[in-house]
Structure formats: C-alpha cells, structure tokens
C-alpha cells in the first residue's frame, strides 16, 4: 500500500540546522529516525506530516556512552545497539532484559529507544524502565539545550512535553551509587513479539530502598510514588508485598482495549508485583533469576 | 518532488527515482523487480518484507525508499546468486516451508543470526525468528534445519 499523502523529506547534516527546519515547519513537520512507528502511523493516514526530517544524517547521536557513573544513550541508538552493547550488559543489566522483549530482531535494529520514548505511547517499555532510574531527556532546541526529568516527560498518549522547534537527542540514566537489583516483568499474549498488555519493572537498591513502575496501565508510563513510599526502608517480607499489592489499584488506572481487559490487567500486575520485587531483592543479593528469565 | 537516489542492491549500485513518499518495499518490487520480500502485513508484524540493510534485519514496509541513498541492502536474489547457503540447503532438507510466503523473510533473519552467533540455543534461533509469522508449519522444521545447519561441523560463521 503505497502512502498518498505527500510530503517534502529533508536530511539536515547538523543538528542546528534540523532544530531550524523544525522550527520553521512546526506542527507540520515531523521527525524520523528509525521510522518503525512515524512511517506506520504515516501509512495509516493518523500523521500527515507536510515535511519529515530525517535526523540520521546528524553526527554524535549514535553514541552509548559511560562515564563518571552516567549513561548516555543517543537519539540513533537502536534497541539492537543496546542489546549488543557490553556497557548496558554490565552496568543495566534491567535495561537489557527489557531489550529481549521489545518487538522483534528486524524492529529493533531500526527502532531507537529515544524514538520510543517520543512516541510516548502508554505500553512504551523504554518509559517504564527508565523511571526507576529517574533518567532524564536531553532536548535540543531554539533556545538551546534542556534537560527533562522523565517523570516530567510524558503528558498523555502520544505527548510529550517536547516544544516547536525541539528534537530529543538523547537519554542520560546515572547508575545508582549502592548496590542493587532489577527486575522488568512484561505480560504479553503469546511468546515472540507483542507489546506489554501490562509491565512492571522494580529497582531494589541497598538499604531497603525501592524504585517501581507500571507499563500499559495508565495512560502514561507510571512510578508507584504510594508503595515506593509504603516500602522505603523496610525489608521485603510476605506481609509488606501484600500491603504493597494492595495499593496497585490506587496507583493504576487500567482500560480495556483489543489487548485486555482493565480486570485482567489490574489482576496480573499484582502478581507480577509481587513476582519483580521477589526476583529483584534476589537479583540485589546476588541470587534470583538470570536477567532474561521470564517471570510470566 | 521526485529525487534520484544510489545505493546497492544485492552487490550493484542500482539508480532510481523515488517520492519521498515511496516505502522501500514497494520500490523494490516494482520499480526494481526484485519480488522476494513480499507484501504481507504492510505494519512491521509479519516480517515477510525482510531484507538486510548494510546487514541488519529490517522491515522494508516500514523505510521509506528516500532514506537508502548511500545504503547496501542484501535480498534472497543477492544472497544465493552463487547458488542456495548451506542454510537453504538445510531448510530444503528440513522440508521448513511450505506455502513459502514468509521464507525469504526468515532466510534472511537465520542468515544475519548465524553471521553474528554461530552456534545460537534453541532460545536464541526462537529469538530471532519471532519477528517472522509462518502459518503453515509451527515453525519446528524451521528450527530444527537452522539449529542443524550451526552445528555442522567445520562450519563458518
């Protein structure tokens, strides 16, 4: 099915030059980089961009970088490149786990994480991930540079806080200073390829401290501020998972579509809550699961 | 609107004129008159329209054409020019396909798994295929052929 609609396509050699052209075009320009959801939203007729710049074309921004404790991850990193890259499977394990269950091989080679991230569609896996690291989104912009704290990036289905003009380069995640042990739990219909009906993606840090978040049930990727409070400096016991599972429905708001039902949803987050805080205080001391096994 | 764009295909340097708005698949087909990726879901789910660009998987129903200038894509008609890889033999052997529809799509996808992983698991063969729907074999005769071809002896990668 070829695309009728009709569009200019611009590849900007620099990245002052491609915030100009989309400042100049506005909402009638759209940016690509790998394409996997702009080219099929575009075929689908819910985008009809009148000009697309092509960010590929820019230098730096393939780069996965780790230095002084901080993670910086380009806007043309690929969810491959991360999947390959030594640094993530050292230092972010979580954030490799969560890679082998993003779409499929010939997505992910094209895919970037900063694009999923834009995307900002609630079963984003990237967003729920990256929350319990507090990253942050680098913006390029008219004005210059800007740091977005991600809890602050997400304003709905498909929006973010990103202006005209404004191009997310890239992603910084700090690793936590203590010791510690994740967990990305993702329920999905079938092996292989989906995305999450729900996730769930538990940090446990040294010290009885506890990152959480939620994928797919809210209309944005969601941090579990209630039970993260509710958990803050006590050991995980089977009383305290109960207490924190009985908080879920007051921390989501789950809708039923072609993928589940708001019930099953809300029922299956439970239990991979209790299932992703076990395996990560596990995974914090040294046992557990291997990164990778799945839970579900 | 329309642009000239170089890369190559399948080893030539292959010139055409495109519209920003051509997705590769298309141009591939019939501007360029190479029919193996085929066109199945048009959504990047089914992984027919698999080709590899500068030797990654990817789906060409999800690329716009434009975006190839200066880009190498490799399709079934490049990779078997001197004859089927030893990993089409093993699916002939295997019997892995039977309608076919979706087998250029997972040559392709077994052959850039086994160039970085020679010797996948089981797990990791299962990994890199998930992409590609097949509706007529439940994918064991697939497996098995590109599970018995990595463990040939003396195989290259």
Redesign the interface.
């Given at each position: 099915?070829?695309?009728?609609?009709?569009?200019?396509?611009l590849k900007p050699p620099t990245l002052r030059e491609a915030v100009k052209l989309l400042q100049r075009h506005g909402p009638r320009a759209r940016t690509?980089a790998g394409?996997?959801d702009l080219?099929?939203l575009?075929?689908?007729g819910l985008a009809a961009p009148e000009t697309?710049v092509?960010i590929?074309g820019i230098p730096g921004l393939n780069r996965i970088e780790f230095k002084n404790g901080l993670l910086s991850i380009g806007a043309l990193v690929t969810f491959?490149d991360l999947r390959e890259s030594p640094i993530i499977a050292r230092r972010f394990p979580l954030i490799r786990e969560m890679t082998?269950w993003v779409?499929?091989?010939?997505?992910r080679?094209?895919a970037t994480m900063v694009g999923n991230l834009c995307s900002a569609v609630p079963c984003c896996d990237s967003g729920a991930v990256l929350l319990v690291y507090d990253a942050s989104v680098l913006v390029a912009g008219p004005a210059g540079k800007r740091k977005v704290p991600l809890r602050e990036w997400f304003l709905g289905p498909r929006k973010t806080v990103l202006k005209r003009g404004e191009i997310a380069t890239g992603v910084t995640v700090a690793l936590p200073k203590q010791k510690h042990g994740a967990c990305f739990v993702k329920l999905r219909r079938y092996?292989?390829?989906d995305l999450a009906q729900a996730s769930v993606t538990v940090l446990a840090l040294a010290g009885n401290r506890y990152r959480i978040s939620f994928g797919s049930v809210a209309p944005r990727p969601i941090a579990a501020e209630r039970i993260e409070a509710l958990l803050q400096g006590q050991a995980l016991s089977d009383d305290l998972i109960r207490q924190a599972v009985r908080l879920v429905p007051e921390e989501i708001a789950p809708v039923t579509d072609i993928r589940a039902t708001k019930e099953y949803r809300l029922h299956m987050v439970c239990v991979m809550l209790e299932r992703g805080l076990r395996a990560a205080v596990a995974r914090l001391a040294g046992a557990g699961p291997e990164y990778g096994t799945s839970l579900i | 609107m329309n642009q000239r764009i170089n890369f190559k295909l399948n080893g030539e340097t292959r010139s055409v004129e495109v519209e920003p708005s051509d997705i590769l698949l298309d141009v591939l087909r019939d501007k360029l008159g190479v029919k193996s990726p085929k066109i199945g879901c048009e959504r990047g789910d089914c992984g027919a329209c698999t080709v590899l660009l500068d030797g990654k998987s990817v789906r060409t129903c999800l690329i716009l054409a434009i975006e190839m200038q200066g880009c190498e894509i490799t399709t079934v008609e490049g990779l078997s020019r001197a004859g089927l890889t030893p990993l089409q033999q093993a699916f002939l052997k295997h019997d892995s396909f039977q309608c076919g529809f979706c087998a250029p799509g997972i040559v392709l996808s077994a052959t850039e798994l086994l160039g970085k992983n020679p010797h996948p698991t089981e797990a990791e063969v299962k990994e890199a295929i998930a992409g590609n729907l097949c509706r007529c074999t439940g994918y064991q005769p697939i497996i098995e052929a590109v599970l018995a071809v990595s463990s040939e002896p003396g195989r290259q990668a």
């Open positions: 099915m070829a695309i009728a609609h009709q569009f200019e396509y690509l394409g996997t080219i099929g575009i075929s689908d697309v092509d590929k491959s082998g779409a499929s091989v010939g997505i080679n094209r092996e292989g390829e | -």
